[in-house]
């Protein structure tokens, strides 16, 4: 019986054989399925540990970039600011210079018009000069033949007292001062209202010009040889700031 059953048992012997080297080898696919698919998972893993951490990179990178932004931003709008206030400074610097052009032109055009007004009066004094020296030169050889022969003596009737109380009376009609007509005259002419020194004339010694300017303002008559005349036109000159026109004092 056993001569029969030895070849069933090679037989067995070489099936467990054959399938024990099958079981080997599906243990090994499936060791080896299980361990690519452990690969894969841990690949998965990385992946997205990967992909998370460059997810929270990212975010924090935005928001950095925000934060700069923000920050920029605030820079750039104080600068804004900045230029803008410095663009009102520069209007209003624009806005003073041109009120200061305005009124230099303004002050400009009121100069030119006394410019022209002073070259006015100058003109009408040249004319008012020429016409006084061609009245003087009309009456001076009338002024000349009148006087006496010897101008540095005065008539008997014109003493020194007589004199005074001509100068006293024209000081106070016109309220000059008495003793600075007196000081003057004796200065200018000894009291003499005939002195002359070819040039100027009578008791004060008006140059025929002065006179003439002055002497219709005073209500003196065109005589300046006249003691009167001559005492009113220069206490109406002093009583009015021109003592300046004497040296003496």
Request: proline share 4%; with cysteine.
């Amino acid at each position: 019986m056993q001569t029969h059953l030895t070849p069933v048992l090679v037989s067995l012997k070489r099936v467990n054989k054959s399938l024990a080297k099958q079981l080997r080898r599906w243990r090994y696919s499936l060791e080896k399925t299980f361990r690519k698919r452990k690969n894969q998972r841990r690949a998965i893993y990385t992946f997205g540990a990967v992909l998370i951490l460059s997810l929270f990179t990212g975010l924090i990178n935005v928001n950095n970039s925000r934060v700069d932004l923000q920050h920029n931003l605030s820079v750039r709008q104080a600068k804004l600011k900045q230029l803008d206030n410095e663009l009102k400074q520069t209007q209003n610097q624009k806005a003073q210079t041109e009120a200061e052009v305005k009124a230099r032109d303004v002050k400009l055009q009121d100069t030119q018009k006394q410019i022209e007004a002073l070259q006015g009066q100058l003109q009408a004094k040249k004319q008012r000069e020429s016409l006084l020296r061609r009245t003087v030169a009309q009456i001076a050889p009338q002024a000349a033949s009148a006087a006496p022969s010897d101008p540095g003596t005065a008539p008997a009737a014109s003493n020194a007292r007589d004199i005074q109380g001509i100068i006293t009376a024209a000081a106070n009609e016109f309220g000059a001062d008495p003793n600075q007509l007196l000081r003057i005259a004796k200065c200018e002419s000894g009291l003499n209202p005939r002195a002359s020194n070819g040039t100027h004339f009578g008791l004060f010694q008006f140059n025929p010009i002065t006179y003439t300017a002055y002497a219709p303002r005073a209500g003196a008559g065109s005589d300046y040889w006249n003691a009167t005349n001559n005492a009113r036109t220069a206490a109406y000159m002093i009583a009015h700031g021109q003592a300046s026109q004497w040296s003496c004092k």
